[in-house]
């Protein structure tokens, strides 16, 4: 895996990249680090600095992670690796290891952010905000009832892409 610049982002569709391919959010450090798939998200350029939002339950494993962290990783794949990103999003770390389960193997970047070796492209990035979402702040009412009817709201984390890697 090697560094590249944010130019790179420049060549992808967010939405297709983010929506339709998936992705892996990552957190924790080698010696304990959970992932889990999301196709919601997304990319853009706020407070001077490139950013990446997501939104995660906090009811997910992970969440414990993002919360104890300051480094996460967004990570893309092939289509080949849909098996595993299948995997990581219907398992729970809680209950096994997904890594291993899925096939994908580990790897610990230079700020020691977890990624995965089969990742196309991996954004190393660093938490700036989090908000936890609330009912009555929902101004369209049927949308709070579709997506959220008896399950937990996501906590929304705002994070500065600081790195890169191809």
């Known amino acids: 895996m090697k560094q590249s610049s944010l130019e790179v982002l420049g060549k992808e569709n967010p939405f297709d990249l983010i929506g ?3 992705m892996l959010i990552t957190a924790g450090n080698k010696d304990s680090f959970n992932t889990m798939t ?6 853009g350029y706020l407070w001077n600095k490139p950013v990446a939002f997501i939104f995660v339950r906090p009811e997910r494993y992970t969440h414990d992670f993002i919360e104890s962290d300051g480094k996460i990783t967004l990570s893309f794949y092939p289509e080949s690796c849909r098996k595993a990103l299948q995997i990581c999003g219907t398992r729970s770390g809680r209950d096994c290891d997904k890594a291993r389960e899925a096939g994908l193997t580990p790897v610990e970047l230079d700020g020691g952010a977890m990624t995965f070796g089969e990742a196309r492209l991996t954004l190393e990035c660093r938490k700036l905000f989090k908000s936890d979402m609330k009912a009555e702040e929902f101004l369209d009412k049927e949308l709070f009832g579709k997506w959220y009817g008896g399950q937990g709201l996501h906590s929304v984390y705002v994070l500065e892409i600081e790195k ?3």
């Open 38 to 43: 999301a196709s919601w998200g997304g990319l």
């Open 20 to 22: 339709q391919q998936w």
């Open 164 to 166: 890169v890697w191809e």
